[in-house]
């Protein structure tokens, strides 16, 4: 379902459609969807593809260079011996049972890895031997080896290759030597997890997507959780986690609720999955240090709050509770405070 503009759904049309088609009717076992094009996998390890393929991103050996730029049904890509998938924008990484990772499509920037940044309409293989997963952001490629260590190509712009440089590359480069378990690109960011249960990011933060409390992007792994994590995954600027206790935690951009929390971002990982107490937010028109003057039921220490560098706070109390924040003494005239929710 969805949009189909370059036949990504694989209806046999180009018309989008707002509930869900049946495609193929068994033997699917993983998919993957990138900007316009979609993959499947099949249980006789064969790799499927449908939707535009402008850049070769189908890796059916042929470029569509006529509107609407793909194809509308599926295609078998390769025949076996594939295990897992990815897709990014406009290109796509798989795996195979030997370990060996290929991929094909776009690669302006070298999110292909093959060494050059040129495009290609072929699966080519770029590492022989021991991947045991792969993850496609926008640009940019990660994939973790069989002994724990994670690396990566492509767009850098942001740091979110981790490589401590701003540099994209076009080929991999192992960013952490050992002990990855889990791998998420998101649009622009990256996220890892450790065996230890501790969650790791790097790369664009404008809107808190790395939850380190800041804005500030990083082009170095940053701790964000320290343990208890097991499952993870990274949207266009927000991310999710998954801890052990089954709770469900988010940070980054909530313009649309995709954080399910009713703020307009989040800094520092919240807890979807909490129902308990209720929750206050107050924004400032300019920015600024805010302070915490009169609360009821505030379960949280006044000392975490004073000051809090951020264009918005939020605190959850045990029961209803108001709350009255100004900003710092002497800072820009005008600023205006606005109670924006409290459910």
């Not at 379902?1 to 699917?28: A, C, H, K, W, Y």
């Not at 609407?68 to 295609?75: L, V």
């Not at 406009?90 to 060996?100: I, Q, R």
């Amino acid at each position: 379902m969805g949009l189909n503009s370059s036949g990504q759904l694989g209806d046999g049309t180009f018309n989008s459609t707002n509930r869900p088609e049946q495609i193929v009717s068994n033997d699917v076992v993983a998919i993957a969807a990138g900007s316009a094009h979609s993959l499947f996998l099949k249980s006789d390890g064969s790799l499927w593809g449908m939707g535009a393929n402008s850049s070769g991103d189908l890796g059916d050996g042929i470029y569509s260079t006529n509107y609407p730029y793909g194809t509308n049904q599926p295609e078998e890509i390769v025949a076996s011996n594939v295990v897992a998938i990815a897709a990014g924008n406009a290109y796509s990484l798989f795996f195979k049972s030997d370990g060996s990772l290929w991929a094909m499509g776009a690669n302006y920037d070298g999110e292909l890895g093959d060494g050059t940044f040129n495009n290609t309409n072929k699966p080519e293989q770029i590492v022989s031997n021991g991947v045991v997963s792969i993850a496609a952001g926008n640009s940019h490629s990660l994939f973790l080896k069989s002994d724990g260590s994670l690396w990566a190509m492509g767009l850098n712009n942001y740091g979110q290759l981790g490589d401590g440089t701003f540099n994209k590359t076009d080929k991999p480069e192992q960013i952490v030597s050992s002990g990855v378990v889990s791998i998420a690109a998101g649009d622009s960011h990256s996220l890892f997890l450790k065996s230890d249960g501790s969650l790791w990011a790097m790369g664009l933060n404008n809107s808190g997507q790395l939850g380190d409390g800041t804005l500030n992007n990083t082009n170095k792994p940053e701790r964000i959780v320290s343990s208890g994590v097991v499952a993870l995954a990274a949207g266009y600027e927000h991310s999710l986690f998954l801890k052990s206790d089954g709770s469900l935690w988010g940070m980054g951009n909530n313009g649309d609720n995709q954080l399910g929390n009713g703020f307009s971002r989040s800094l520092l990982p919240v807890q979807l999955t909490d129902n308990i107490g209720d929750w206050i937010q107050a924004t400032c028109q300019f920015g600024g240090t805010y302070y915490l003057l009169t609360s009821t039921n505030i379960n949280e220490p006044l000392g975490q709050w004073m000051p809090v560098w951020t264009n918005f706070v939020a605190a959850r109390g045990t029961n209803n509770f108001t709350a009255t924040l100004t900003n710092t003494p002497g800072s820009v005239t005008g600023q205006q405070f606005y109670l924006l929710r409290s459910q």
